[in-house]
C-alpha cells in the first residue's frame, strides 16, 4: 500500500520555526519546503505595506506560481489587531498547507 501525503506528513499546523529565512539578508524572505511544493511568504509594497504568501510547485528546476494570498500588513497599534491579523496570517498559511501538501483519503 503506497503512504499518502498525509501519511508522509507528521505536521498538522506550520509554525515560523518550520520555515527557512533566505540566505539574502535584505530578502526576508521565508520559505517551508516538502516534496514537490513550496510555501513562501514575505513583506512587500504596493502603494501600501502587503505581506505576500505563495505557493510554488517544483518540478526540477522550475518553478511555478499554484496560489497566492497578499495581506494588508501596515501598522497597527492595538494588540488585539496585532493578535487577530497574525491568527489570519497563519490560519491561511496552514490552509495552503492542508490543499496542497496533504492527501485526503
Known amino acids: 500500500m503506497m503512504d499518502t501525503k498525509l501519511e508522509k506528513s ?9 520555515f527557512k529565512e533566505s540566505d539574502e ?4 524572505v521565508f520559505s517551508f519546503t516538502e516534496g514537490d511544493h ?8 504596493t502603494r501600501s505595506p502587503k505581506r505576500f504568501i505563495q505557493v510554488w510547485y517544483i518540478e526540477k528546476d522550475k518553478k511555478y506560481l499554484k496560489d497566492e494570498s497578499i495581506m ?19 490560519s491561511v498559511i496552514n490552509e495552503f498547507y492542508k490543499e496542497y501538501f496533504y492527501e485526503e483519503k
Open 10 to 18: 507528521k505536521k498538522k499546523n506550520l509554525t515560523l520555526k518550520d
Open 25 to 28: 539578508e535584505s530578502d526576508n
Open 38 to 45: 513550496q510555501i513562501v511568504f514575505f513583506n512587500g509594497f
Open 72 to 90: 494588508d500588513w501596515g501598522v497597527l497599534k492595538n494588540r488585539s489587531e496585532i493578535d487577530r491579523r497574525n491568527k489570519i496570517f497563519w
